[in-house]
């Protein structure tokens, strides 16, 4: 066998071998790219759905500790109404917190300079 068609014989196995590989090897790398763009919105999509589920429970957290508020002051405005509480009690026991806030206050080690 001479080198002609020993040099023949091998390139014409390897140009299509090494083509098709070639051809291969780019759609996979393709294919690999999409599914990475994919994976990405995906994962950006459920982002911004999380993203607006915390919100929306945020706000409904917001939303039941303003109406519990409001339902006490209601309460309370009602009970004072009625008589249910002595003003003038409620009075003493807010300046005794009155006072024990200045008293705290004053010896926080925060307030010390």
Known sequence: MDWNNFITILLTGTIPALVTYLIAKNKSDARAFEITQTFEKQIQA??????????????EAESKKQNKIDEAAGDFVQQLVKGEIDVSQLKKDIKKVEGLKKSVSGTHPANKR
Do not use: A, Q, S
């Not at 459920?46 to 706000?59: A, D, G, P, S």
């Open 46 to 59: 459920l982002e911004l759905t999380h993203k607006n589920e915390m919100e929306r429970l945020r706000f």
